[in-house]
């Protein structure tokens, strides 16, 4: 395992920032009440975390669903960092974990993800 990849948490918030920016219009339309953060380090008892969905997906808001906190997607700095080796490994692998977690607030489940590419 070489040196870990050195990368300001500002340089790593614009390539989220990209990666959103990716994501087709059709879809961020229909996003609804996210918000989207940047942390250095995942919860001590999951180290390998790269992102993290939570929140109420959007398949399972009914009536009911009025005046909460908007749906949280982290990002983690850390994990990402300790598996890519280039600027451009970290590019595809952001880009990878933004889609996964939004998928979740759309209320995609992982295995329907494996099935649609997105390891």
Same mark, same amino acid.
Not at 5 to 15: G, K, N, Y
Not at 64 to 77: E, F, H, K, M, N
Not at 90 to 102: K, L, Q, S
């Given at each position: ?10 340089? #790593? ?23 989207? #953060? ?26 009911? &669903? ?9 990002? &983690? ?28 607030? #759309? ?13």
């Amino acid at each position: 395992m070489g040196p870990v990849l050195e990368m300001t948490r500002e340089e #790593f918030e614009e390539l989220v920032a990209e990666a959103l920016d990716r994501i087709p219009p059709e879809l961020t339309r229909l996003m609804d009440n996210v918000a989207v #953060f940047v942390e250095d380090e995942p919860p001590a008892d999951d180290p390998e975390l790269l992102g993290l969905y939570e929140g109420t997906p959007l398949t399972d808001r009914g009536e009911w &669903y009025a005046g909460v906190l908007p749906d949280r997607i982290t990002i &983690y700095r850390g994990p990402t960092l300790r598996m890519c080796e280039t600027r451009e490994d970290v590019v595809v692998e952001t880009e990878i974990t933004v889609v996964h977690e939004i998928a979740h607030h #759309f209320g995609i489940d992982d295995a329907r993800l494996h099935a649609l590419g997105y390891g």
